[in-house]
């Protein structure tokens, strides 16, 4: 079991920056592919980035492609999302997930793919 929990969210103007950090609690935190998805109000979640547990592959969605950034640091076992040029349409509770991964360098897009959740966070862009 990994618990996660997620900070850095908050309200930011269009254009602005945020950084958002997942912490989870295992030592074990680098057998773990991880991945950031979102979910706003009346929509489905979906994915934003996602890496695998070597750090070595990541993947974002078209959305947020030359915007957002996802990496890790094993060693204080967290995960980060840079987010830069915010834009409304990316407000929404942004969810860190993990799920044991076999491969080195393989990164997981459904959410149906991960086994733990963090409780969220707000993250609001005004125009």
């Known amino acids: 079991q990994v618990q996660l929990v997620e900070s850095g969210g908050g309200l930011v103007q269009t254009g602005g920056s945020l950084r958002l950090c997942c912490a989870a609690s295992k030592r074990t935190f680098s057998s773990y592919a991880m991945g950031w998805f979102r979910q706003a109000p009346g929509k489905e979640r979906e994915f934003v980035a996602v890496?695998?547990?070597?750090?070595?592959?990541?993947y974002n969605a078209d959305s947020v492609k030359g915007r957002f950034t996802i990496s890790r640091d094993n060693a204080k076992n967290t995960v980060y999302l840079q987010m830069n040029s915010l834009k409304p349409e990316d407000t929404a509770v942004y969810y860190c997930?993990?799920?044991?991964?076999?491969?080195?360098?393989?990164?997981?897009?459904?959410?149906?793919?991960?086994?733990?959740w963090g409780q969220g966070t707000q993250v609001t862009v005004s125009s």
């Open positions: 997930a993990a799920r044991t991964s076999a491969a080195t360098d393989t990164y997981y897009t459904l959410p149906q793919s991960y086994n733990y």
């Open positions: 890496i695998s547990k070597s750090g070595g592959n990541t």
